[in-house]
């Protein structure tokens, strides 16, 4: 069993994530999402996207707004919820949040973004500066990546629909799976593994973008 990054209200989380299924309409966004799709590492926090209509249930536990980024959060049972709207959170994200409600699967009754969608959304935590959340980031990208079944044609589309920088998407996935190395412990079954999918995962990027 790989190494959890994260222990401390891991289960709060959990359990927190399937109490909210039927109260509120939410899409899955953030490491809970991956976790969904590949099922490896826990998340501390709930990232979800709702409408406007959903957000009446959060002010009983009070509604805050970080103070640089344009996303809500409530504590719940000493659990932070990040609530990405629509229009509100629009210009922290690669595309609106209309876009995250209105593509995703269903898995275990829980609504959760598309696969690929959630690769790019991802992505843009590169760009923070929360050193802890920068390198869970990493280990949900790569995993995601490794063992998502990902397709890279179809995120070459969304790139392409958004007009996506290259420095925000492919180079940060080809960084990413260097510098996941070092956390393969948290990715891999070991790390003979780990370079064996990263060489592989490259080559189909860099054949997927045409990139040297």
């Avoid at 500066?129 to 079944?149: C, H, P, S």
């Avoid at 190395?181 to 060489?199: H, M, P, R, V, W």
Wanted: hydrophobic share 40%; glycine share 6%; proline share 1%.
């Amino acid at each position: 069993m790989r190494r959890q990054f994260y222990s401390e209200r891991a289960n709060a989380s959990f359990d927190l994530l399937h109490d909210l299924v039927g109260k509120i309409d939410f899409v899955l966004i953030g490491g809970w999402a991956v976790h969904s799709y590949i099922g490896l590492q826990r998340s501390m926090d709930i990232d979800i996207a709702i409408d406007y209509a959903s957000l009446d249930y959060f002010r009983a536990y009070g509604i805050e707004k970080y103070e640089n980024i344009n996303i809500n959060y409530s504590s719940i049972n000493n659990v932070t919820v990040n609530i990405f709207l629509p229009g509100f959170s629009d210009n922290d994200l690669p595309f609106q949040v209309n876009e995250i409600l209105a593509n995703y699967v269903k898995i275990e009754n829980i609504k959760v973004v598309r696969k690929e969608l959630l690769l790019l959304l991802k992505l843009w935590g590169y760009f923070g500066n929360n050193e802890t959340k920068i390198k869970k980031d990493i280990i949900d990208v790569v995993g995601l990546m490794f063992y998502g079944n990902i397709s890279m044609s179809d995120v070459k589309k969304l790139i392409k629909s958004h007009n996506l920088q290259k420095r925000r998407t492919t180079d940060v996935m080809l960084e990413y799976i260097d510098k996941g190395e070092i956390l393969a412990e948290f990715i891999s079954n070991d790390i003979g593994e780990y370079k064996t999918l990263a060489q592989k995962c490259k080559r189909d990027i860099q054949n997927t973008f045409h990139l040297k």
